[in-house]
């Protein structure tokens, strides 16, 4: 009952535990569109969940809400059995919910190094410009050392005095999520993390992925590669028209009817 991305206990154990996350009933209106509406469902520790559903179907608004970007307009966001409806992103990454976005958001003109030791900060107590300017040597000693092992995790060693502008997209990304690791996740949220990628770069990404919830991670993921979804996730929660469609394994979700119209086209499309 796991995807082919699961970790070492199966997702049935992951379930036994308290969700990570709990949407309950949350909407979230924009005058008098609703975009998500009434939307609940459950994140479990350790897992990889992932979120699908057509152009329009209120993914990313419900990535906003979960992520303090916007506040819903009903319903509550629950992170570890805490209500943080409402909060805004930097207080959420305090608490290590951090999430990635479409786009790559880099510090360009810095240097590889130089973006993941700023995403340190958020996981340090040393104030941000005490750690860009070295003054707390302790700590920043320790950020250092962080910023070494996350670099070498994500093979980005050889390319830690480049320019962030220079490197190929794939490598862009994987800087991306450089970064959202050096802030201490507990939850980490992936904002279509494969778009743009060439074959090569998916697979290497995917690996990346699976590599960080072996770190004990949990990740929960927006995409539209419908087969990096299906070998990544253990769990699918599929939306349509800003409501939960439906909700199940890759193989339930693949093989459901309502699924494949709404959204698959056909069950050949993530053979």
Same mark, same amino acid.
């Given at each position: 009952?796991?995807?082919?991305?699961?970790?070492?206990?199966?997702?049935?154990?992951?379930?036994?535990?308290?969700?990570?996350?709990?949407?309950?009933?949350?909407?979230?209106?924009?005058?008098?569109?609703?975009?998500?509406?009434?939307?609940?469902?459950?994140?479990?520790?350790?897992?990889?969940?992932?979120?699908?559903?057509?152009?329009?179907?209120?993914?990313?608004?419900?990535?906003?809400?979960?992520?303090?970007?916007?506040?819903?307009?009903?319903? %509550?966001?629950?992170?570890?059995?805490?209500?943080?409806?409402?909060?805004?992103?930097?207080?959420?990454?305090? /608490?290590?919910?951090?999430? =990635?976005?479409?786009?790559?958001? /880099?510090? %360009?003109?810095?240097?590889?190094?130089?973006?993941?030791?700023?995403?340190?900060?958020?996981?340090?107590?040393?104030?941000?410009?005490?750690?860009?300017?070295?003054?707390?040597?302790?700590?920043?000693?320790?950020?250092?050392?962080?910023?070494?092992?996350?670099?070498?995790?994500?093979?980005?060693?050889?390319?830690?005095?480049? !320019?962030?502008?220079?490197?190929?997209?794939?490598?862009?990304?994987?800087?991306?999520?450089?970064?959202? /690791?050096?802030?201490?996740?507990?939850? /980490?949220?992936?904002?279509?993390?494969?778009?743009?990628?060439?074959?090569?770069?998916?697979?290497?990404?995917?690996?990346?992925?699976?590599?960080?919830?072996?770190?004990?991670? @949990?990740?929960?993921?927006?995409?539209?590669?419908? !087969?990096?979804?299906?070998?990544?996730?253990?769990?699918? @929660?599929?939306?349509?028209?800003? =409501?939960?469609?439906?909700?199940?394994?890759?193989?339930?979700?693949?093989?459901?009817?309502?699924?494949?119209?709404?959204?698959?086209?056909?069950?050949?499309?993530?053979?």
């Amino acid at each position: 009952m796991t995807g082919k991305g699961s970790a070492p206990h199966t997702f049935e154990m992951a379930a036994a535990e308290n969700p990570i996350l709990e949407l309950r009933k949350l909407t979230r209106r924009f005058g008098g569109l609703t975009a998500v509406g009434d939307l609940s469902f459950e994140v479990y520790p350790g897992t990889i969940h992932g979120l699908i559903g057509p152009n329009g179907a209120g993914k990313t608004t419900t990535f906003n809400v979960i992520s303090g970007f916007y506040a819903p307009s009903t319903g %509550q966001v629950i992170y570890r059995g805490e209500d943080v409806s409402g909060r805004k992103t930097a207080a959420l990454a305090e /608490l290590g919910l951090v999430r =990635t976005f479409q786009g790559t958001t /880099l510090f %360009q003109e810095f240097s590889v190094r130089d973006n993941v030791r700023l995403g340190c900060h958020r996981s340090a107590r040393a104030g941000f410009l005490s750690r860009v300017l070295g003054t707390d040597g302790a700590i920043e000693a320790a950020a250092n050392r962080k910023t070494d092992e996350i670099l070498e995790f994500f093979d980005l060693a050889e390319l830690a005095e480049e !320019q962030a502008l220079n490197l190929p997209h794939g490598h862009q990304r994987a800087l991306g999520m450089a970064v959202a /690791l050096a802030a201490g996740p507990k939850l /980490l949220l992936l904002d279509e993390p494969f778009t743009g990628m060439n074959p090569e770069e998916t697979r290497r990404m995917m690996a990346l992925v699976t590599q960080v919830r072996a770190r004990g991670v @949990t990740v929960m993921l927006v995409e539209h590669d419908m !087969q990096a979804v299906m070998g990544l996730c253990d769990i699918i @929660t599929v939306m349509n028209f800003g =409501t939960r469609l439906t909700e199940g394994t890759p193989e339930e979700v693949r093989r459901n009817p309502a699924v494949i119209e709404a959204y698959l086209g056909s069950a050949e499309h993530v053979a």
